[in-house]
């Protein structure tokens, strides 16, 4: 019942709604249900005043780690320019690589805006592997990624984790820049394990000349 209050009072809006849903998130004695449903209430309001609370609760490092994470999402939901901006001014704030992973991944819901502050992500040497690579892999969802720019991550990893995740991205984007550009990699690379990843995704992307290019290495 209390719960079906809570969400009544977001669907009302109102800057006294407003004052009770964020009473209700700061009341530590709550259910933890209870101040889940306040938070959501809150995203569902498009002012900025909402996307304040929300910011706050994602910055906060003594809310729960799964708290700060639904914050971090909603922001993404909100797409455009202001979700982009806000999570790209969040991430260089955040520490917990949990946190971080989150906003990447509220960040490639933001839509085509989002994907530079990903790839920007993945070039950074300071980030860890294991984000450099979630950041590829986010912005490989997101839609075309321009194959140069991939293939400039290529060209600058040092680590085998971020060349898998780069070589996934290129299969991921279909078309025949992206086919040409794993094949010219394959060519380059000597790690036995990249080049068998390479002609896998090869085979399975139904390119005019990956029979061609198959045939190749087979006769070799």
Same mark, same amino acid.
């Not at 569902?44 to 909402?50: F, K």
């Not at 070039?123 to 293939?151: H, N």
């Not at 984007?173 to 380059?188: N, S, W």
């Given at each position: 019942?209390?719960?079906?209050?809570?969400?009544?009072?977001?669907?009302?809006?109102?800057?006294?709604?407003?004052?009770? !849903?964020?009473?209700?998130?700061? +009341?530590?004695?709550?259910?933890? /249900? =209870? @101040?889940?449903? &306040?938070? #959501?209430?809150? %995203? $569902?309001?498009?002012?900025?005043?909402?996307?304040?609370?929300?910011?706050?609760?994602?910055?906060?490092?003594?809310?729960?780690?799964?708290?700060?994470?639904?914050?971090?999402?909603?922001?993404?939901?909100?797409?455009?320019?202001?979700?982009?901006?806000?999570?790209?001014?969040?991430?260089?704030?955040?520490?917990?690589?949990?946190?971080?992973?989150?906003?990447?991944?509220?960040?490639?819901?933001?839509?085509?805006?989002?994907?530079?502050? !990903?790839?920007?992500?993945?070039? +950074?040497?300071?980030?860890?592997? /294991? =984000? @450099?690579?979630? &950041?590829? #892999?986010?912005? %490989? $969802?997101?839609?075309?990624?321009?194959?140069?720019?991939?293939?400039?991550?290529?060209?600058?990893?040092?680590?085998?984790?971020?060349?898998?995740?780069?070589?996934?991205?290129?299969?991921?984007?279909?078309?025949?820049?992206?086919?040409?550009?794993?094949?010219?990699?394959?060519?380059?690379?000597?790690?036995?394990?990249?080049?068998?990843?390479?002609?896998?995704?090869?085979?399975?992307?139904?390119?005019?000349?990956?029979?061609?290019?198959?045939?190749?290495?087979?006769?070799?």
């Amino acid at each position: 019942m209390r719960r079906t209050a809570v969400f009544y009072l977001g669907q009302s809006g109102g800057p006294e709604a407003m004052s009770a !849903l964020k009473g209700i998130l700061a +009341d530590e004695d709550a259910e933890s /249900e =209870l @101040r889940e449903q &306040a938070l #959501f209430a809150i %995203s $569902q309001q498009r002012d900025d005043e909402a996307l304040a609370v929300l910011l706050q609760v994602a910055r906060d490092d003594k809310s729960e780690p799964e708290t700060r994470q639904r914050a971090i999402f909603w922001i993404g939901q909100r797409g455009g320019s202001v979700g982009v901006k806000t999570l790209s001014e969040l991430y260089g704030q955040l520490e917990d690589p949990e946190i971080k992973e989150q906003a990447l991944f509220a960040l490639s819901q933001t839509g085509k805006d989002g994907q530079p502050i !990903l790839l920007k992500v993945a070039r +950074d040497k300071k980030e860890s592997m /294991e =984000l @450099r690579s979630r &950041a590829i #892999f986010w912005a %490989s $969802q997101m839609g075309t990624v321009p194959v140069d720019d991939i293939y400039s991550l290529y060209r600058d990893a040092e680590d085998r984790e971020i060349k898998e995740q780069v070589i996934f991205a290129l299969s991921q984007q279909g078309g025949d820049a992206a086919v040409e550009k794993m094949m010219e990699i394959f060519r380059q690379e000597q790690d036995p394990e990249l080049r068998t990843r390479i002609v896998f995704w090869i085979g399975q992307s139904n390119h005019p000349r990956a029979v061609q290019f198959l045939e190749e290495i087979i006769n070799k």
